[in-house]
């Protein structure tokens, strides 16, 4: 299993978000997600988005912590990334 969630650096709403993800199959990354009670409605097409208090958490319940920039790349190499221009089709 690898799920990976990088540092809480995205503001939105008054705090800040960490992005959660599988560079393996996205029902391994909702099966993480309900383990660790993320309601589904976090969940953006490749992604959950999470926030800053449930970092910590996150990696206790074996998620890997990632800089930005490796959770993109690795998101991109396992096919699983979702484009902006998808996103806006």
Sequence with gaps: MTVL???PLWP???RLWSHLVSD???DELHAFAERA???RRAF????????DERHD????????PVDARDLVRRL??????????????
């Design 76 to 89: 991109r190499a396992s096919g699983l990334r979702v484009t902006a221009r998808e996103r806006r089709a």
């Design 37 to 39: 009670g993320i309601p």
């Design 57 to 64: 958490e996150l990696v206790r319940l074996g998620a890997e």
């Design 24 to 26: 393996v199959s996205l």
């Design 5 to 7: 969630l990088d540092p």
């Design 12 to 14: 939105q709403h008054g």
């Design 44 to 51: 953006d097409r490749d992604h959950y988005d999470v926030p």
